[in-house]
Structure formats: C-alpha cells, structure tokens
C-alpha cells in the first residue's frame, strides 16, 4: 500500500493552480463540498488484460443512470461497468479537517451538485473518462455531461478544483472557469490518500505531462476518424480484445478500416510544435507548490554524443522536486519535427537550493532512419539544445555543431 501511494503521489500533475487556490490550508477551510466519480468510495481503473481486480471486489459497482451511456470500453471500461479500488478520496479529504463540514454529491444532476457548491467554502469536484484496451474513444469529451457537470459548480462556486482521473488527454472547456486542476490518472489502490496529500500540501506535486491536452479536439490531426462511426453501441458484443479498432480483423460486428497517419513524423508535441498550435497544457507541464529557476547552460559536441549541463535552483520557500527537461533541434535539412525531448532528470530540492544537472545524452536519441541505408544515422550540421520545465517552457539555449 506503502508503494502503490508513493507511486501515485508522484505521478498527479498539477496543471493548474490560480492564486495559489491549493495546497488547501486544512487549519483555515471550515466546509468542502465533494462531488462526481463515485470518491465517496474509490478511484477508478483502466480495462483490458492489464486491468487488476480490487481487493474485495469493486467499491462502485452501480450500472449507469437511465439514460446515460457506458463510456468507451463496454463491460471493461464503461462507466458503470467500471472498476473502482476502494480507496475513498472524500475518506481521506475528510481525515485532513476533521473539524469541517466535508459534504459529498454523486453529481449526475449538475443543479443539485451546484447548490451544495454554493454552499461550500470549497467545490472538488472529480471527473473520469472509462477506457480500455479494447475499444477506442470516439471523442476526447468527458461522458455522461461531466463537462455541464464542472460548469455549473464553478458558476456556484469560484473555489472549484478538478480531480480529473482519465487515462490520456480529454478535453476541457471548463479550464478557465476553475481554480485548479489535478490531473490523477488512474491512481491505483493508494489513490485517495495520495490525491488529498497533494490536496492538502502535504506531497509537493512534482508530476509532468506525459501528453499534450489540446484546446480544442479541432487541434489534433485527426479530429474525426470515420471508421469509428461503424464501432457497436458501448456494451455491446465482448467488450473487450476484439470489439474495437485494431481488435482482430473485424471481430465484435466491426469491420476492420484504414486510419491515415498524414501527419507522419509529427505525433504527440510534434505536431503542435510543428502547425504551431498552442496547446490547453503542453506536453511535459506540470506545476509545483514552489517555483524553479534554469541557468547556466553548457553544452558540447564530441562525435555524435552530446553533454549537458545547467543549474536548477528552487526558489520558492518549500522544498520541491522538478523534472528538467532537455529538447533538440535537428539541422534544418533533416526533415524532422521542430524538437524533440532527448533527457530528463528529476531534481530533489531544499528551498533556496540548487543543483547541477549532468546528462549525457545517447546518440540514438540525436539520429534519423536512413531508409536507403536500413539504419539509423546522426545528420552532420548545427543541433540547437534546449533545457527547462516543459516543452514551451525553455529558457535556456545553444547550438552544437554535430560531424
């Protein structure tokens, strides 16, 4: 348990955080309201062959609400045929402040969730998308209106935060409106305690973005993909391997169809590096309780290898941990995206503390497919090194010149 919450507690990301609305004070917070994803008893998991049974069986095994659909997975993934630890989130919220009013609404009606917002010093409200191996999501939307759900208790309420546990990117529209958002994933057995420790201050979050969340599902490469408009109702067939996309030839009722990869190289950051489109969070961000300052960067060529080093300070005033970042800029004749990351290290500081980080960075991560060659080559010409705290947060710079 030890583990599961150590490895969740450092995989949340904080993506945002307005007027420094978290860590909660738990001496100065007097009423919470908690809302949506069943938190009053656990912290949802991913389907599929990877998926783990929990201990007791799941802690919210409710079908969906009339009217309601399953989300993307069927009877591995679906919202009510989802699997939940059974680790609490409003459980351990309510151990931070035992002397407060800690209230609790499943949140399938937005007016009711809403009205015990208004009442709150402060909404969390939790949000969730199913997903699962064997099925794709159609749409990087949140199911069953947990969008109108977000909206209406930030209208009530300007202390909202959101716990967004999903296995990738979703969209979020209701970013501007809130306070802050975590970003939990599936957090696994020791879920809760780790969300209300990140909560409450007492783990400094120290997680980047794996993915990029776009502003809009108009920004990724393929907003639409029509073959999934021939995919089976959720729920229906097996479910599982076989029922969706790439599920084994058509197996689940679905014929099997192309899906054109025209972006090519440019996949993930790449692609809203490349068609300069600015992202809702970029890929590698990731928020901290204190705030961290790069300098000093050095870098040199030798072969086709490359070292780097720079200073990271913490200057806030509590000790924190950040993940530096390092990116290349190929030559300009390489036909390549316009960076790629190539390093990274996570440094553990005291306040006012600084360190050196020393990479050394492996040539492989410099180097292109030669087709003609069948193998894998560093281009000779200039490569601009870059190092900061995400891919749109790189304040240092210098260009190496590469054999």
Do not use: C
């Amino acid at each position: 348990m030890a583990d599961a919450q150590k490895i969740a507690e450092e995989s949340i990301v904080l993506m945002k955080n307005v007027g420094n609305q978290l860590p909660l004070n738990a001496a100065a917070v007097k009423s919470i309201a908690v809302i949506g994803s069943h938190a009053d008893v656990g912290v949802p998991s991913g389907g599929g062959s990877a998926q783990v049974d929990p201990p007791g069986g799941n802690a919210a095994p409710t079908p969906p609400a009339q009217g309601q659909q399953a989300g993307p997975g069927g009877g591995f993934g679906g919202r009510g045929g989802a699997q939940y630890f059974p680790s609490s989130p409003l459980k351990y919220i309510r151990a931070k402040v035992p002397g407060a009013k800690v209230e609790y609404n499943e949140g399938t009606d937005p007016a009711a969730a809403a009205a015990l917002a208004k009442t709150a010093q402060v909404a969390i409200v939790f949000v969730n998308q199913p997903m699962s191996e064997g099925r794709d999501a159609a749409t990087l939307s949140l199911p069953d209106k947990q969008d109108d759900l977000v909206s209406a208790v930030a209208a009530a309420n300007p202390h909202t935060i959101v716990v967004s546990e999903t296995g990738g990117p979703v969209s979020m529209p209701w970013a501007d409106k809130v306070s802050a958002i975590l970003e939990a994933w599936f957090p696994g057995i020791g879920g809760g305690p780790a969300i209300a420790n990140i909560l409450f201050g007492d783990v400094n979050p120290s997680a980047k973005l794996p993915v990029t969340f776009a502003k809009s599902e108009n920004d990724v490469p393929h907003p639409q993909i029509a073959g999934l408009s021939l995919m089976p109702p959720p729920g229906a067939g097996r479910g599982g391997a076989g029922a969706g996309p790439g599920g084994g030839g058509g197996r689940g009722g679905m014929p099997p169809f192309d899906v054109p990869y025209t972006e090519k190289l440019e996949v993930g950051y790449k692609w809203f590096d490349a068609q300069n489109k600015e992202p809702l969070f970029a890929f590698g961000h990731g928020l901290s309780y204190t705030s961290f300052a790069y300098s000093g960067l050095h870098a040199t060529a030798a072969g086709h290898s490359v070292t780097v080093s720079f200073s990271v300070k913490n200057a806030g005033k509590r000790a924190g941990k950040e993940i530096a970042e390092v990116y290349a800029s190929l030559p300009a004749g390489a036909g390549e995206p316009p960076k790629r990351l190539i390093g990274w290290q996570k440094v553990d500081l005291a306040a006012g503390e600084s360190k050196t980080v020393n990479l050394t960075i492996d040539p492989l991560y410099l180097s292109i497919f030669n087709e003609a060659k069948e193998g894998f080559e560093v281009a000779a010409g200039a490569y601009k090194i870059s190092a900061g705290g995400s891919s749109k947060s790189l304040p240092l710079s210098q260009t190496v010149n590469l054999q």
